[in-house]
């Protein structure tokens, strides 16, 4: 009885990840849609060519001209970088799955009109071992 009580738990722990890797990770294709057409609206010309080429957006801080906060697609956190040399690393996310688009009009709408509270809220990571140059 307790291999059958076992062998039940095993297979409801693997139907749940099963669940969260497939159920989750698709997104409404008009939530998708929705959330590209939103970005195409926040972003400037050059952001937009940027995620569409690369995956990725550069946002320039609004209070230090050599601070770019590097947004690329989830599940990355954003890179910040002053003066080309990685500073830190933020996380800062929504409590419900969004799509991607969504999630960079947000990185970039927060940055841009409160940076301060962007990074008084975000989780940060600093690279304690190394100093690398970004192209």
């Not at 050059?46 to 609004?62: A, F, K, M, N, T």
């Not at 990355?76 to 799509?99: A, N, S, T």
Request: charge should be positive; aromatic fraction near 6%; hydrophobic fraction near 45%.
């Amino acid at each position: 009885m307790e291999t059958v009580a076992s062998v039940l738990v095993v297979v409801i722990l693997l139907l749940s990840l099963m669940w969260l890797i497939i159920g989750c990770s698709s997104m409404p294709s008009s939530a998708k849609r929705r959330a590209d057409e939103l970005l195409r609206v926040v972003l400037t010309c050059e952001q937009y060519r940027q995620w569409i080429l690369q995956g990725c957006v550069d946002i320039p801080s609004p209070s230090d001209p050599q601070r770019v906060y590097h947004v690329q697609k989830y599940p990355y956190p954003v890179q910040v970088r002053e003066g080309g040399r990685l500073k830190m690393w933020l996380c800062l996310q929504p409590l419900e799955r969004v799509p991607d688009a969504d999630l960079v009009a947000i990185h970039k709408l927060l940055i841009e009109t409160d940076e301060q509270a962007y990074l008084q809220k975000a989780n940060k990571t600093v690279p304690l071992h190394f100093s690398r140059t970004i192209a």
